[in-house]
């Protein structure tokens, strides 16, 4: 599968621990992107790489949250001290490139239960 | 007002029926529009990006109306497979995508 790929792909986690998720974006893809999703809601954009450059960050992204791309090549989103107001799906998603026509593709997402 | 509103529905269609749901945005400088389809508890998949003169893709057919900001989807001869939340996305100025809430859709046998 060369799809966009995230892991895990749930997560129980108790209020106050650490988390981590990985993403593997499509291979020639040099954008990629995190985005936080609760139900009933649109996709709510947290951070954007464009290969190892971190370019932008949601007010949403308080400073527990933090998120890397060391290579340019797969990303981490770690949140730290765990609230639960942070369950949610956190969906990657990468693009070839970042202009007008260029569409972002999904992974199947992390979904953060926060008990 | 949100940036990009739909109406959440559900749409409780009949199966061969033709629907169709509107997105609407409010920044006139947005450039591109995209169309995707979710499913319970899955990821958003593109179903078909949305262009000036309009396209369509088999059954789908999005429109674009920058007068009145908003762009539209059309489902003609809807399938049961078809059940799914739409969500319409706006890329803007910056090239970030915002996005509507999304549109559900029930498809009834």
């Known amino acids: ?115 | 007002r949100k940036e990009v509103e739909q109406d959440p529905g559900p749409f409780n269609v009949p199966e061969g029926a033709t629907v169709a749901f509107n997105c609407t945005y409010s920044n006139s400088a947005s450039q591109s529009f995209f169309w995707y389809r979710q499913d319970c508890r899955k990821e958003p998949k593109l179903l078909m990006s949305v262009y000036s003169s309009g396209n369509e893709d088999g059954r789908f057919t999005a429109q674009l109306n920058r007068a009145s900001q908003y762009i539209s989807l059309l489902i003609r001869d809807s399938k049961l497979s078809d059940s799914a939340t739409y969500l319409c996305a706006v890329k803007d100025s910056n090239y970030q995508l915002i996005w509507g809430a999304g549109t559900k859709l029930i498809i009834k046998p």
């Not at chain 1, 129980?12 to 809601?41: A, M």
């Not at chain 1, 951070?47 to 981490?76: H, I, M, V, W």
Request: charged share 25%; aromatic share 12%.
């Open chain 1, 1 to 115: 599968d060369t799809g966009v790929s995230q892991d895990p792909r749930h997560k129980i986690t108790k209020r106050g621990q650490n988390v981590t998720f990985r993403c593997d974006p499509i291979s020639e893809h040099n954008r990629l992107y995190w985005y936080r999703q609760t139900l009933g809601q649109g996709p709510e954009f947290l951070t954007y790489f464009q290969n190892e450059a971190q370019l932008e960050k949601s007010r949403l992204l308080s400073d527990r949250f933090s998120a890397e791309r060391p290579k340019g090549s797969f990303s981490t989103l770690e949140i730290q001290r765990t609230e639960q107001g942070d369950s949610a799906m956190y969906l990657c998603a990468s693009s070839l490139r970042g202009d007008t026509s260029y569409e972002q593709y999904f992974g199947p997402g992390t979904r953060l239960t926060v008990t």
